[in-house]
């Protein structure tokens, strides 16, 4: 039995989806955002492997648009897929790629100040045993920990802020008010925020001092359960294990799940090297890289975007001679995050599908959760979920 190995790089979309004008960036709409495209038009890329695999021809054929220093012949299978979902968040992206699109609206809160209802503020005060909160309001994390940390220290109140994603993101300091103190907050919480169908409560811990706080790696998202079975249980119901690396655990609430490997993207490439040893036939990496979103696409810096798509590129090349001869590796993203366009919010665009393992072939346009149905297909287990093969 071979194995499969899909690794999301977070936010990396390509433009060109249907519905962009749907979806907005304070008053404008996604139409015409372009995360790659737009990144390769201002900063010369280099990226041999993934160019090699199909990404300039699959920017072309998503958005039309030609990406300076992409357009090799591919070697690999490549396509461009669009989302049905309604959302251009993690979630949706992630549970539709493992072959369960959304089949609800997702909750935001408004852009005003205060974002939350009176009665889910006063439900957060009652957890967390406090007064009042901070925050409240859309914000980028470490604007708003620089902005609101010192009254943090001084009263201890917690900092929750949301963003154009369905989430409530609860910032705290981990050794003034806790780390499990924040994690128990966060899980009691979330049910409250599931029934609204807000996708995900986030822990956000930081340390440090006035001036000089920074966000630690023990972030934590408690994330609404599936609707159905994705791929993940159906290879763990095969027999087959399920190796989580980075969020995964946290977007699938690590129903699915066998293994957790967290970290910083580099040490994930770390985890994922070891994991092509030590994983048996059968099995199922699932990997995702969010600091290009994270540190990158939100925080609009072109350039360290494109230092992130280098050091992947070059990653993966180290990686690919790593591979069995049966092993099938699919490189592809969950959503747009242009760092070239106003607001700080996710982008709605298509996505690459980049393929290792079955020859050169264009596959033309597909559905995320071709994806996952793919998968199924190349590890021969039952599958439950959407989408059509395209092995």
């Not at 003034?176 to 986030?202: E, N, Q, S, W």
């Not at 966000?215 to 609707?227: F, G, M, S, V």
């Amino acid at each position: 039995m071979p194995r499969a190995i899909l690794i999301v790089i977070d936010s990396v979309g390509i433009g060109g989806a249907p519905d962009a004008a749907q979806y907005f960036n304070g008053d404008l709409p996604d139409t015409g955002a372009n995360t790659l495209g737009h990144i390769a038009q201002a900063v010369p890329l280099h990226l041999p492997h993934l160019d090699a695999l199909g990404l300039g021809a699959a920017v072309q054929l998503a958005s039309g648009l030609e990406a300076p220093g992409l357009g090799a012949v591919p070697t690999g299978a490549w396509g461009a897929a669009t989302e049905v979902s309604r959302g251009k968040d993690t979630p949706s992206g992630h549970w539709e790629l493992a072959g369960v699109p959304v089949p609800w609206d997702w909750h935001h809160f408004p852009d005003t100040v205060p974002a939350f209802p009176p009665d889910l503020t006063a439900a957060i005060c009652k957890a967390a045993g406090t007064d009042g909160i901070l925050g409240n309001c859309h914000a980028s994390g470490t604007a708003i920990i620089a902005r609101d940390g010192a009254a943090h220290l001084r009263n201890g109140w917690p900092i929750c802020y949301t963003s154009a994603d369905s989430v409530l993101q609860i910032a705290a300091h981990e050794d003034h008010f806790g780390l499990d103190r924040l994690y128990t907050l966060c899980a009691d919480l979330a049910p409250t925020l599931h029934a609204m169908k807000v996708g995900r409560v986030i822990a956000r811990p930081f340390v440090g001092d006035v001036g000089a706080f920074t966000r630690t790696a023990n972030r934590k998202d408690y994330a609404i359960p599936l609707p159905g079975p994705s791929i993940c249980d159906d290879v763990q119901a095969a027999g087959g294990r399920v190796h989580a690396v980075g969020k995964i655990g946290d977007i699938f609430s690590m129903q699915g799940i066998d293994t957790l490997h967290k970290g910083k993207d580099a040490v994930l490439m770390d985890h994922l090297r070891d994991l092509l040893d030590e994983a048996t036939d059968g099995d199922f990496i699932f990997v995702n890289l969010v600091e290009f979103d994270s540190d990158y696409g939100h925080r609009r810096d072109v350039a360290g975007y494109a230092a992130h798509l280098a050091w992947f590129d070059a990653a993966l090349g180290a990686l690919l001679p790593r591979l069995a001869k049966d092993d099938l590796l699919i490189v592809t993203a969950d959503h747009g995050n242009d760092p070239t366009w106003p607001g700080t919010d996710h982008t709605r665009e298509r996505v690459p599908v980049l393929v290792h393992g079955i020859g050169d072939a264009p596959l033309g346009h597909l559905a995320f959760s071709d994806v996952a149905a793919s998968i199924a297909d190349h590890l021969s287990v039952p599958y439950r979920g959407a989408g059509k093969s395209f092995l």
